[in-house]
């Protein structure tokens, strides 16, 4: 059993015993009963920061789903699931021939278009010429004009025909948008991807550094921690701005193994539930945090100020009342009432009221003892 106290005068690896003895005088030949033995130590000293704790959940600050966007057989699945990729690495190909040879035709059209209106032009001049010699008519005039208008129509139309056929040709090559980490796949190479029958979904991608904790606090813990954290920095600041710290404890932490700052607070309290949903980005330099993930989240609501620690396991209760056993310098059991402040992350508690430093605590065999022996 592990006591986080502290002996202030005692040798090395030696605990103070103290033999106490029953109180009342013994009748002439009675046996002396044998002494009581129990362990003593002093509370521990320290400084320590108060805390309020939430129950979080980690979140990625960006997720992608990856789709296509143009149908076809699934060639190529350039990535293995669950591995980090960057932006603009090539994840999945699409058969990319039928959308080449629609770009051909595209510009084949166009440049069909641009020899009609290239011979609409040089045709308009010459009946243009032809007509102030009288050899022409104006209505023939006019419609060289027309097939101008019209090649020219055609020619746009055919340019827009080639742009969408880059776009499909390009949307066969699926890039990663970001760099973060790829999830499974979802279609395997040799699949048709039929993007309006809804199943143009191919896997996920999740950024990985920083992360988001969410967590909810109730309205007048954060009132206060606002307050507090406004007067603290001078002014009223938007809630990014005061740079509060947080603290992250994952699933069998003891002790905060993230820490990050404070960034978001809704803006609206839920009625429903009398809290506030807050952010926390926290940096993730060794990628131990994946999204979906529980986590403490906790940040001080206290300076940090000198108190008196013991362990909890020590404390007796008697109708919600808190007591210690202590021995005093006679050798007496002592009954003490005790207040106590927050739990710490080791076992221990704070005794705000009635202990003090330096005074011997009984911390085994407290069974058997009782106040005044």
């Not at 997720?63 to 149908?71: P, Q």
């Not at 699934?74 to 021939?97: C, H, M, N, P, W």
């Not at 990014?240 to 932490?253: I, Q």
Request: proline residues 4%; neutral net charge; charged residues 25%.
């Amino acid at each position: 059993m592990r006591f986080a106290f502290m002996m202030t005068r005692a040798l090395m690896g030696v605990l103070l015993t103290a033999m106490l003895t029953g109180c009342l005088p013994k009748e002439p030949g009675e046996a002396k009963a044998p002494p009581i033995v129990v362990t003593v130590a002093q509370p521990l000293a320290r400084e320590v920061t108060d805390y309020n704790q939430f129950e979080g959940n980690i979140a990625a600050q960006n997720t992608v789903e990856i789709r296509a966007r143009v149908n076809g057989h699934l060639v190529k699945v350039a990535f293995e699931d669950g591995t980090k990729v960057k932006a603009g690495q090539l994840l999945y190909e699409i058969e990319s021939r039928p959308y080449k040879a629609s770009l051909d035709a595209a510009l084949a059209q166009k440049a069909s278009a641009d020899a009609d209106l290239d011979l609409a032009k040089k045709e308009y001049l010459r009946t243009a010429n032809l007509l102030r010699t009288g050899a022409s008519s104006k209505e023939e005039l006019d419609v060289w004009t027309a097939k101008q208008l019209t090649a020219n129509a055609a020619g746009k139309k055919a340019q827009a025909e080639i742009d969408r056929a880059k776009l499909d040709l390009e949307f066969t090559s699926i890039k990663a948008p970001m760099d973060g980490k790829i999830g499974k796949t979802l279609v395997n190479a040799g699949n048709l991807i039929n993007v309006g029958q809804g199943d143009s979904l191919l896997t996920t991608l999740v950024s990985t550094n920083p992360m988001f904790a969410y967590f909810s606090i109730d309205e007048r813990t954060y009132l206060d921690f606002l307050r507090r954290a406004s007067r603290e920095k001078e002014g009223n600041k938007e809630l990014k701005e005061l740079k509060v710290p947080v603290d992250l404890l994952l699933d069998g932490d003891n002790q905060p193994s993230h820490q990050g700052l404070l960034d978001f607070g809704d803006n609206k309290v839920n009625p429903t539930t009398g809290t506030i949903l807050a952010r926390a980005t926290i940096p993730n330099d060794k990628n131990l945090l994946q999204p979906g993930m529980r986590a403490r989240v906790r940040i001080a609501s206290t300076d940090p100020y000198k108190a008196l620690l013991v362990n909890e396991k020590i404390l007796q209760s008697d109708q919600g009342i808190r007591y210690l056993f202590l021995v005093n310098d006679t050798g007496m059991v002592e009954k003490r009432d005790v207040k106590l402040g927050t739990m710490q992350e080791d076992g221990t508690v704070v005794v705000t009221e009635g202990l003090k430093e330096g005074e011997w605590v009984v911390v085994s065999g407290i069974q058997r003892v009782r106040d005044g022996i």
